[in-house]
């Protein structure tokens, strides 16, 4: 399998750097606003969308859910 390449577009805020989660190879959005990203043969990379130094900005969505629990989802209240 030979290396392929892929262009995406993100849409989200701070979408200018998506920083590779394990492997440190980020990507920076270039000025059509696409990403260019090169994969491996049977490759993969997992992105997040932010710089490498946002903890501080990520948020709890566990107090977010607006829906009761169903019999099917029997989470907290």
């Known amino acids: 399998m030979h290396e392929q390449k892929v262009r995406l577009r993100v849409g989200a805020p701070r979408d200018e750097v998506l920083v ?10 270039q000025n059509d606003g696409q990403h260019r990203i090169t ?9 997040r969308v932010g ?10 969505l566990s107090g977010l859910r607006h829906d009761p629990p169903s019999a099917r989802d029997p989470g907290k209240p």
């Open 51 to 60: 710089a490498p130094d946002n903890v501080l900005d990520r948020s709890d």
């Open 39 to 47: 994969l491996d043969g049977y490759g993969w990379r997992w992105f």
């Open 20 to 29: 590779e989660v394990f492997d440190g190879r980020h990507s920076r959005r």
